[in-house]
């Protein structure tokens, strides 16, 4: 099923509505408290939040958020992506690869960060040109992390020589958002 999907940056008064669709898509799931801890700090821009829009309602929101790279001789400025979320209602219809590509191109024509880094589903990022991260020199900032759930996809201004270890922001050890559980 086809479905038009409009991907956009988000405005600041749409915020409680994405928060919402978030929040629906993870059924909760610490996410509210992850997302308040992520609007709060150093590492937002309002930029970096893209909302998909179907029949002009918000189906489905990508955050970016600034992270930091930690090089051997200097302190890289990338990005992190987490969350994105469809609303379950509208999943499995291809507002969630539409957002993904749409941000994704987005990201790579205006931002100047090498790399956008995510813990995922192994299975579902490589389609839009995410990578298994430690192979490219990457380390996790969690022992948490499983090695094929950290990925990181190449922007423009990333160079081969580019390693280190991530530094996510703050607000994700604050609720305890990094790596897996249980």
């Not at 409680?16 to 799931?29: K, L, Q, S, W």
Request: glycine letters at 10%; proline letters at 8%.
């Amino acid at each position: 099923m086809t479905t038009e999907v409009v991907v956009r940056v988000m405005r600041p008064d749409e915020w409680p509505m994405a928060r919402d669709v978030g929040i629906d898509a993870f059924d909760g799931d610490g996410l509210p408290e992850l997302l308040d801890a992520l609007r709060a700090s150093w590492s937002w821009i309002d930029e970096l939040a893209f909302v998909a829009a179907v029949d002009g309602a918000i189906a489905g929101m990508v955050l970016f958020n600034r992270a930091i790279l930690d090089t051997d001789d200097r302190n890289v400025d990338v990005l992190l992506l987490s969350p994105l979320g469809v609303r379950r209602d509208l999943q499995h219809r291809g507002i969630g690869s539409a957002l993904m590509r749409g941000a994704l191109d987005v990201l790579a024509a205006t931002r100047p960060e090498p790399a956008v880094f995510l813990e995922g589903i192994p299975t579902y990022y490589p389609r839009f040109g995410f990578r298994r991260a430690r192979p490219l020199g990457f380390t996790p900032p969690s022992h948490r992390i499983p090695d094929e759930a950290f990925m990181v996809y190449t922007l423009p201004s990333y160079t081969p020589d580019l390693r280190g270890g991530v530094v996510y922001p703050d607000a994700f050890w604050r609720v305890d958002g990094v790596g897996l559980r249980g």
